[in-house]
């Protein structure tokens, strides 16, 4: 998820490390963990395939300079497969990748955002639909906290019908 967000975000404008963990924090923090334990080596990473590149560096207040980064056409493509693609993961996993790319829709095309709406508001169905749990609470706390957890589920179902109805109405638009 952390690469998927980092080329999103690297898309947007050229940016060095710590102003990269900043706009990942502020954006993302509700979905992953952001830490320069990461995302330093992560850049490294994705610059030795190519994916983004150091386009200048920035003279810093010590003697070494800051490399900024560019995302390259082998980095957008790469974000285009991880933006289309489903991988199995847990629940919170699944809705936290949904989000991060949710919040990057503007670079896909209408069909691309519906299919990607159309599969999560399939997803959220499908969970809603399994209530198994109910049946194993052993106490009120937990079954209290379990039908707060089917609330929100509730509100995503309608706020994905929601987008999709926009999506929908933007390609009947063009």
């Given at each position: 998820m952390l690469e998927l967000a980092t080329l999103g975000i690297l898309q947007r404008e050229p940016l060095h490390g710590y102003r990269l963990k900043q706009h990942l924090?502020?954006?993302?923090?509700?979905?992953?963990?952001?830490?320069y334990g990461s995302?330093?080596?992560?850049?490294?990473?994705?610059?030795?395939?190519g994916a983004i590149a150091a386009v200048e560096e920035e003279e810093g207040e010590t003697s070494s300079g800051r490399k900024i980064y560019s995302v390259t056409d082998l980095g957008r493509d790469r974000?285009?497969?991880?933006?289309?693609?489903?991988?199995?993961?847990?629940?919170?996993?699944?809705?936290?990748?949904?989000?991060i790319k949710f919040s990057f829709f503007?670079?896909?095309?209408?069909?691309?955002?519906?299919?990607?709406?159309?599969?999560?508001?399939?997803?959220?169905?499908?969970?809603?639909?399994?209530?198994?749990i109910e049946?194993?609470?052993?106490?009120?706390?937990?079954?209290?906290?379990?039908?707060?957890?089917?609330?929100?589920?509730?509100?995503?179902?309608?706020?994905?019908?929601?987008q999709l109805a926009k999506e929908r109405n933007i390609g009947t638009i063009n």
């Amino acid at each position: 998820m952390l690469e998927l967000a980092t080329l999103g975000i690297l898309q947007r404008e050229p940016l060095h490390g710590y102003r990269l963990k900043q706009h990942l924090e502020l954006f993302m923090g509700s979905c992953i963990s952001v830490n320069y334990g990461s995302i330093y080596p992560l850049l490294k990473r994705l610059e030795e395939q190519g994916a983004i590149a150091a386009v200048e560096e920035e003279e810093g207040e010590t003697s070494s300079g800051r490399k900024i980064y560019s995302v390259t056409d082998l980095g957008r493509d790469r974000w285009r497969q991880k933006m289309l693609e489903h991988p199995q993961e847990s629940w919170v996993n699944s809705r936290s990748r949904f989000l991060i790319k949710f919040s990057f829709f503007s670079y896909l095309q209408p069909p691309e955002r519906i299919k990607l709406l159309e599969h999560r508001l399939m997803v959220c169905k499908l969970r809603l639909e399994s209530r198994e749990i109910e049946k194993l609470a052993p106490d009120s706390y937990q079954t209290n906290v379990w039908h707060y957890a089917m609330q929100v589920l509730e509100g995503e179902i309608l706020w994905i019908v929601e987008q999709l109805a926009k999506e929908r109405n933007i390609g009947t638009i063009n």
